[in-house]
């Protein structure tokens, strides 16, 4: 399955955006779809996945981000409302088999966008 993210931009902190991440291939419904991010310096991290009707947030997004996905479209969604300045990073889609927060979990991953709070 190939992945290109898309929606990231420059945003004020308190502001919303909404990251949306399109999938080509067969079988999207079957993929556990996670959100993960990157900020300079530091590992890549676990944000939000969307499994068999369940989903799961990192401690530090619950509240404020919320992962959904639309099968017919092959496209999910990740709406992030209150950024903060500490949300800035490169936020990448990814597609598995596993519902785990382990990026090394997923065996694809589109090419990243980039969200960024000034505060």
């Known amino acids: 399955v190939q992945l290109q993210a898309f929606g990231g931009g420059f945003v004020q902190a308190g502001g919303s955006l909404r990251l949306s991440c399109a999938a080509s291939?067969?079988?999207?419904?079957?993929?556990?779809m996670g959100w993960f991010r990157q900020a300079p310096g530091k590992e890549r991290e676990f944000v939000a996945r969307i499994g068999w009707g369940n989903t799961y947030y990192a401690d530090s997004v619950k509240g404020r981000f919320t992962i959904s996905r639309d099968n017919a479209k092959n496209t999910v969604y990740l709406q992030i409302n209150s950024l903060e300045a500490e949300d800035t990073a490169v936020y990448y889609c990814a597609a598995g088999l596993r519902s785990t927060a382990q990026p090394a979990g997923y065996p694809y991953w589109g090419q990243g966008t980039q969200v960024t709070v000034s505060s």
């Open positions: 291939g067969r079988a999207f419904s079957t993929y556990i």
